[in-house]
């Protein structure tokens, strides 16, 4: 199985911020590569999917780059509802792997 | 709008077999563009994807859980269903069903029914 290696596993930041956050897969994925949000007992929510490309409905100060094993998630200008678990996730090949989250919150 | 719905009990004892069942509604599971599939998270703990169905019944497993997982449709009530036998506790964890669209680059799970608890205790 393809390992993702996301870090940091948390971070403090303050409203306004520029937060990025990184996953690593132990082999090359291409571009399968997806974001997701998760706010507490709730479910997770797709930010970007293809490594770029913004789901719609997604604010745009979130953006995602990277190919091949390496992979950014942006958070341009940190708002309050941004404060969340986000996760990466492979979907080059079986099984899907996620990354183990990264916590934001408040500093 | 295209919603999902997990149900199924919220207590299952050591060794017995976890049941659960996704609803769709507002949609077709038997699209040809999608994937149906189940995601678990146990308490604190990160996200493991335990296997996918496609409306003609395929199927792809997690070979973590592949001995005791199986998942299966049934497009006459719009459902498909998870069944994890010999249950411990550490299969104690939120399930969640969600949809993945079969084309490529674009098959990430963009929508997630609200997630399920299920407790494994005795």
């Known amino acids: 199985a393809i390992r993702i290696t996301q870090s940091p596993s948390s971070l403090s930041a303050s409203t306004g911020d520029r937060v990025t956050i990184t996953c690593r897969a132990s082999?090359?994925?291409?571009?399968?590569l997806a974001w997701y949000q998760q706010k507490p007992g709730k479910a997770p929510k797709l930010l970007i999917y293809?490594?770029?490309t913004l789901q719609s409905g997604v604010p745009s100060r979130f953006s995602g780059s990277g190919s091949g094993t390496d992979f950014t998630l942006t958070i341009s200008c940190l708002q309050s509802e941004d404060f969340a678990t986000y996760y990466c996730?492979?979907?080059?090949?079986?099984?899907?792997?996620f990354g183990q989250g990264t916590k934001v919150e408040i500093k | 709008q295209l919603q999902l719905q997990e149900s199924g009990p919220g207590l299952v004892k050591p060794s017995e077999t976890l049941s659960l069942t996704c609803t769709v509604s507002?949609?077709?599971?038997?699209?040809?563009?999608?994937?149906w599939g189940w995601i678990r998270q146990p308490p604190g703990k990160g996200l493991e994807w335990i296997g996918s169905i496609y409306y003609s019944g395929s199927t792809y497993y997690n070979p973590s859980l592949k001995s005791r997982v199986t998942i299966s449709v049934d497009t006459s009530k719009n459902q498909f269903s998870l069944k994890l036998s010999s249950v411990t506790a550490a299969d104690t964890a939120v399930y969640y069903c969600?949809?993945?669209?079969?084309?490529?680059?674009?098959?990430?799970?963009?929508?997630w029914g609200q997630g399920t608890m299920v407790t494994v205790s005795s």
């Open positions: 507002g949609g077709s599971i038997s699209s040809s563009s999608y994937y």
């Open positions: 996730q492979q979907y080059y090949s079986y099984p899907w792997t």
């Open positions: 969600a949809r993945r669209p079969v084309a490529p680059l674009t098959n990430a799970f963009d929508i």
């Open positions: 293809a490594a770029s």
């Open positions: 082999q090359g994925i291409s571009s399968y």
